[in-house]
């Protein structure tokens, strides 16, 4: 496999609090990683610095091969609305769009029309389990329900690489095992890599491979799911 994502000895703090203190992490092109970490270690500030949501202080960032940790808004803008796809715990959908115009949300941010938008985010509502409900809205929907919508409006445009922090934090293990499920079917249906963070090992399960970060530094793990100590 290629290497698609880099983040190299990337360090971020927020005033005198160290979140990242020279992690460093690789992701393979149609890989799934799972980022894991006791509370405050700097797991989500990882992802974000990975994801162009943050600028670490030290450090670089490299997508498929280009440094992007020191591009411009603009530029890391346009990444995170064709490249990337994101997956937060709560969903984080707009209230008052029905599910498949959410789905469709990142084609029409895109410039894409509106007609080629919803055509294209139709088919994931039976692709993940929606049927009947694209013309609800999100407070008309189960928790499960409402993150496979935002799972699917992660993965309509393609991306290369999906970001997740903490997909299944709000939902009961019954639902977090069917989105996850869901999720890394469908990445590796289309080859996408995923970086995930999670506190749950049940759910780090589905990774191909665990990193553990402790105090702001990574220590990689090996593949199937197993963390180094």
Known sequence: MSQILAGDDLHKSFGLTRALRGAS???DEGEVVAVMGPSGSGKSTLLHC???LLTPDRGEVRFAGRRIDD???RERTHLRRTVFGFVFQFGQLVP???AVENIALPLLLAGRRR???LAAAAPWLSRLGLDGVGERLPGELSGGQGQRVAMARALVANPRVVFADEPTGSLDSV???EV???LVDAARE???SVLMVTHEPRVAAWADRTVLVRDGVDALGQRLGMASP
């Open 96 to 98: 008052e769009l029905p």
């Open 50 to 52: 990975l994801a162009g």
């Open 115 to 117: 007609r080629q938008a």
């Open 71 to 73: 591009l411009p808004d």
């Open 180 to 182: 996850m499920e869901l």
């Open 25 to 27: 992490i690789v992701l």
């Open 190 to 192: 289309h080859g996408t």
């Open 175 to 177: 639902a977090a095992d």
